[in-house]
């Protein structure tokens, strides 16, 4: 499904370069996330919002189905073994659960200093400071933080486990579609990737569609594309009952 | 990459010498300068492991943060434990095993319902452990402090085309991991009681825990 049943469409949102946003997407609904002009980054943490100290949970995440990147029919876990949302689309083919998110330091360290007085909103952000702001608006803090994705960032690991960025993983117009399946607050960010090597501060923009998910089908791909998936969906499905 | 370090420290000469049984939390400060030793008694046995600032618990350790500065998924000598604002919790200063986890988290019931069977819930596990720990020891904490952790003498391989598998163990009976701290850290233990894969070899054993100052 590439094109989005313009009746399906609830609302839709640029988020600019190095900015915040976040959302509690309401189960049954998909946020589709796009990289608008190709390469970039999208920060992103997740929390139950029925209960806040569920959170997304990437060792788990990554351990139940083998994998060190995200991709289509991949389920994003909590630690309380339940899916907060599958990847039902995916054009992009990577993103990166690994490497997690700048910091003050190393945005200061690679680009130097710009602050906000000199530079209104040109000034340099970074992720960890941004997760913090808006974390803060739900009442949480530093203690909620945990291991983050970074959508549209590719980051591969050789056999001696040496972590290499690798530029170019994502175009124009690439897309990656999160359904929810359970009200999940999505905590997101347009910062850079902290292993980005371009040495100019250059943070880009996300489109964000959210919008009425079409119904699970018997042969959903995501709930079938392994076993620890279709015990996931049933956990999940518990927690409503 | 692996290369093994030894250290020269003297058990008879630790100032703290305990030993934890599989299946128990242990908390415990450890003083800026102490280096402080997790001796693999028996072979194949995996410690959960969380590092905080003792000052401030808010400032604890972070693997995404801590495999980004070395560029390298797997810890071992040189590797500095960071933390989630930036500072060195501890500098890992020997290792006779060569490669450990950070990536995989602790053992939970409720991933064992994943991963294994739903009737799995039931099985002892690290998260349940760490629980019961920061309950005991640190009552004001809560989940929330409950952070993604080291595995150490596990064996966690990432492929280059972003795979993940759990490998035998690469630990041995004697084998161990040592580290300085850089800062006044609280350590909070699970000695992992996992019998459904093979990261104790399926027969979790005691791990012994020494401090030198």
Same mark, same amino acid.
């Given at each position: 499904?590439?094109? =989005?049943?313009?009746?399906?469409?609830?609302?839709?949102?640029?988020?600019?370069?190095?900015?915040? $946003?976040?959302? /509690?997407?309401?189960?049954?609904?998909?946020?589709?996330?796009?990289?608008?002009?190709?390469? /970039?980054?999208?920060?992103?943490?997740?929390?139950?919002?029925?209960?806040?100290?569920?959170?997304?949970?990437?060792?788990?995440?990554? @351990?139940?189905?083998?994998?060190?990147?995200?991709? @289509?029919?991949?389920?994003?876990?909590?630690?309380?073994?339940?899916?907060?949302?599958?990847?039902?689309?995916?054009?992009?083919?990577?993103?990166?659960?690994?490497?997690?998110?700048?910091?003050? @330091?190393?945005?200061?360290?690679?680009?130097?200093? @710009?602050?906000?007085?000199?530079?209104?909103?040109? $000034?340099?952000?970074?992720?960890?400071?941004?997760?913090?702001?808006?974390?803060?608006?739900?009442?949480?803090?530093?203690?909620?933080?945990?291991?983050?994705?970074?959508?549209?960032?590719?980051?591969?690991?050789?056999?001696?486990?040496?972590?290499?960025?690798?530029?170019?993983?994502?175009?124009?117009?690439?897309?990656?579609?999160?359904?929810?399946?359970?009200?999940?607050?999505?905590?997101?960010?347009?910062? /850079?990737?902290?292993?980005?090597?371009?040495?100019?501060?250059?943070?880009?923009?996300?489109?964000?569609? =959210?919008?009425?998910?079409?119904?699970?089908?018997?042969?959903?791909?995501?709930?079938?594309?392994?076993?620890?998936?279709?015990?996931?969906?049933?956990?999940?499905?518990?927690?409503?009952? | 990459?692996?290369?093994?370090?030894?250290?020269?420290?003297?058990?008879?000469?630790?100032?703290?010498?305990?030993?934890?049984?599989?299946?128990?939390?242990?908390?415990?400060?450890?003083?800026?300068?102490?280096?402080?030793?997790?001796?693999?008694?028996?072979?194949? +046995?995996?410690?959960?492991?969380?590092?905080?600032? !003792?000052?401030?618990?808010?400032?604890?350790? *972070? !693997? +995404?943060?801590? &495999?980004?500065?070395?560029?390298?998924?797997?810890?071992?000598?040189?590797?500095?434990?960071? *933390?989630?604002?930036?500072?060195?919790?501890?500098? &890992?200063?020997?290792?006779?095993?060569?490669?450990?986890?950070?990536?995989?988290?602790?053992?939970?019931?409720? *991933?064992?319902?994943?991963?294994?069977?739903?009737?799995?819930? *039931?099985?002892?596990?690290?998260?349940?452990?760490?629980?019961?720990?920061?309950?005991?020891?640190?009552?004001?904490?809560?989940?929330?402090?409950?952070?993604?952790?080291?595995?150490?003498?596990?064996?966690?391989?990432?492929?280059?085309?972003?795979?993940?598998?759990?490998?035998?163990?690469?630990?041995?009976?004697?084998?161990?991991?040592?580290?300085?701290?850089?800062?006044?850290?609280?350590?909070?233990?699970?000695?992992?009681? +996992?019998?459904?894969?093979?990261?104790?070899?399926?027969?979790?054993?005691?791990?012994?825990?020494?401090?030198?100052?």
């Amino acid at each position: 499904m590439s094109a =989005i049943d313009p009746s399906l469409v609830r609302f839709q949102e640029v988020v600019p370069p190095g900015a915040n $946003w976040s959302h /509690v997407l309401k189960r049954g609904t998909t946020l589709r996330i796009t990289d608008v002009e190709g390469g /970039v980054n999208v920060s992103a943490l997740m929390y139950n919002f029925e209960l806040l100290c569920e959170r997304l949970n990437l060792p788990d995440t990554l @351990k139940c189905q083998h994998i060190a990147r995200l991709t @289509k029919g991949h389920c994003l876990y909590t630690d309380m073994g339940r899916i907060l949302v599958s990847i039902t689309e995916d054009t992009c083919g990577w993103h990166d659960p690994i490497a997690g998110c700048s910091n003050a @330091k190393s945005v200061r360290e690679k680009y130097g200093v @710009k602050r906000y007085q000199e530079a209104r909103n040109e $000034w340099h952000k970074n992720a960890h400071d941004n997760f913090l702001w808006e974390l803060g608006k739900y009442g949480m803090g530093e203690r909620d933080l945990a291991m983050n994705i970074n959508f549209f960032s590719k980051v591969t690991v050789d056999g001696d486990g040496r972590m290499a960025f690798q530029p170019g993983n994502s175009q124009a117009g690439a897309y990656v579609d999160l359904r929810s399946e359970m009200n999940t607050l999505v905590i997101l960010n347009t910062c /850079v990737h902290p292993l980005d090597p371009t040495p100019v501060y250059a943070p880009k923009p996300t489109h964000l569609t =959210i919008f009425t998910s079409p119904p699970q089908a018997p042969d959903d791909y995501c709930r079938n594309s392994r076993p620890e998936n279709e015990r996931g969906f049933i956990l999940t499905e518990r927690y409503f009952l | 990459m692996s290369t093994l370090t030894e250290s020269p420290l003297a058990p008879s000469t630790a100032v703290y010498d305990f030993t934890l049984p599989a299946g128990e939390p242990w908390l415990h400060e450890i003083k800026r300068g102490q280096t402080f030793r997790i001796l693999d008694l028996e072979g194949n +046995q995996a410690a959960d492991t969380l590092f905080y600032n !003792a000052h401030d618990p808010a400032d604890r350790y *972070s !693997a +995404q943060d801590t &495999i980004r500065e070395q560029a390298a998924l797997y810890l071992t000598t040189g590797t500095k434990l960071m *933390s989630t604002r930036g500072n060195v919790l501890l500098t &890992i200063t020997a290792d006779t095993c060569g490669r450990h986890d950070t990536l995989g988290g602790a053992c939970a019931c409720e *991933s064992n319902m994943v991963r294994y069977a739903i009737e799995k819930r *039931s099985m002892h596990a690290c998260r349940d452990i760490f629980m019961r720990g920061i309950q005991e020891h640190r009552p004001e904490w809560d989940k929330r402090d409950i952070t993604n952790n080291i595995n150490f003498f596990m064996n966690v391989p990432v492929t280059p085309d972003g795979g993940l598998t759990f490998a035998d163990g690469v630990s041995a009976a004697g084998r161990y991991v040592e580290m300085r701290a850089e800062m006044d850290v609280l350590c909070l233990m699970s000695n992992c009681p +996992q019998l459904n894969n093979p990261c104790n070899g399926y027969n979790p054993t005691p791990v012994r825990l020494l401090i030198w100052d």
